[in-house]
Each structure stands twice: as C-alpha cells, then as structure tokens.
C-alpha cells in the first residue's frame, strides 16, 4: 500500500516503506509526537526527515513545551548529541523549529497514517 503524503511545501511523494512511522514504538511516551513529526517533515525536507528519523533510531524524545516540541537526547550521550545538533540539525535549524512548532498540534494535511503505522 503506497502512502503520499501531501504538505505546504510540495506536491505529493510516496513514502518509502523503511520511513513510515515512528522507527522507535518501545519509547511509547512520545510515540504520537514522533508519527506526527516524521509525517510532517517528509516532503517538507526529506534530509532533515533522514536526520530525525536517525535521531530517533538511536532514541531520541520529543518533549511538549508551551508553544512546540522539544527534541531531547534521550538515549544519546551528551557528547553524541552535541554532534548531532552541531553537525547534523544546526544546517536546518529554520525549518526544524517551524515543523517542530507545527507537529506539537497538528499534521499539516487531512490524511492519517493508516493502523499499525
């Protein structure tokens, strides 16, 4: 079954089977956060969907603030981490606080993500 995802950012692309969903469901305290996020980053920027999807393979949280999300190390070191956001999220640093604003209340279209995903 294909699944598009259609934002603001795009037309339509289908959403590789391997990048569906939240990798991470055994961290269950930020698992809708995490569905909601990867869905919405898909065709906003597919490099910092990669980015976050590898995050969170490695365990990282989304923690709720008053007006967004807050991605945390979770299972990261603080040595680990530092390099992440360094190296790895500071290029997208714009569009990481815009989805992060985003997905902490909504998917940003009308279509869900199928059970089980």
């Not at 910092?48 to 991605?71: D, N, Q, V, Y």
């Not at 997208?92 to 989805?99: F, T």
């Given at each position: 079954?294909?699944?598009?995802?259609?934002?603001?950012?795009?037309?339509?692309?289908?959403?590789?089977?391997?990048?569906?969903?939240?990798?991470?469901?055994?961290?269950?305290?930020?698992?809708q956060?995490w569905?909601?996020?990867?869905?919405?980053?898909?065709?906003?920027?597919?490099?910092?969907?990669?980015?976050?999807?590898?995050?969170?393979?490695g365990?990282?949280?989304?923690?709720?603030?008053?007006?967004?999300?807050?991605?945390?190390?979770?299972?990261?070191?603080?040595?680990?981490?530092?390099?992440?956001?360094?190296?790895?999220?500071?290029?997208?640093?714009?569009?990481?606080?815009?989805?992060?604003?985003?997905?902490?209340?909504?998917?940003?279209?009308?279509?869900?993500?199928?059970?089980?995903?």
């Amino acid at each position: 079954m294909a699944i598009y995802q259609e934002t603001l950012w795009g037309e339509s692309q289908k959403i590789p089977e391997e990048y569906k969903g939240d990798p991470r469901p055994d961290m269950f305290q930020d698992h809708q956060y995490w569905e909601r996020l990867l869905l919405n980053t898909w065709d906003m920027n597919q490099i910092l969907h990669h980015i976050l999807h590898g995050c969170r393979c490695g365990g990282a949280e989304l923690a709720l603030t008053k007006c967004s999300l807050k991605l945390t190390p979770g299972e990261w070191s603080d040595e680990q981490w530092n390099v992440i956001k360094l190296r790895d999220l500071a290029p997208y640093r714009d569009k990481l606080v815009e989805v992060l604003r985003i997905s902490r209340v909504m998917s940003i279209c009308n279509e869900k993500p199928p059970e089980g995903w």
